[in-house]
């Protein structure tokens, strides 16, 4: 499964209103979607079917009034901006 993150929702949006939205798109989507308040995860059964996806609505497609937002799902420990710089010479300047 390839699990893409649908973000930028309405409170008011439902389950059956993404799998509507997806249905009308005609664009594949599997049985599970878990939703939250602004968010969702939907799960697609293939690379091809979430990267369709990903190109067809993030961004260009509106539900309950919000532009909604598709991207992969990225596991939280993966999120971190933070770089470690190694072996610098000690008479390097920050400058």
Do not use: C
Request: aromatic share 8%.
């Amino acid at each position: 499964m390839n699990k893409l993150y649908v973000g930028n929702l309405s409170p008011s949006v439902t389950v059956e209103d993404l799998k509507e939205l997806f249905g009308e798109k005609k664009l594949p989507v599997a049985d599970q979607v878990l939703l939250k308040s602004g968010y969702a995860f939907v799960d697609f059964p293939d690379q091809n079917s979430a990267i369709k996806v990903i190109e067809t609505l993030s961004g260009n497609v509106e539900l309950h009034g919000k532009v909604i937002e598709i991207d992969y799902s990225v596991p939280r420990k993966l999120r971190s901006r933070k770089i470690q710089i190694r072996n610098i010479p000690p008479d390097l300047q920050w400058e």
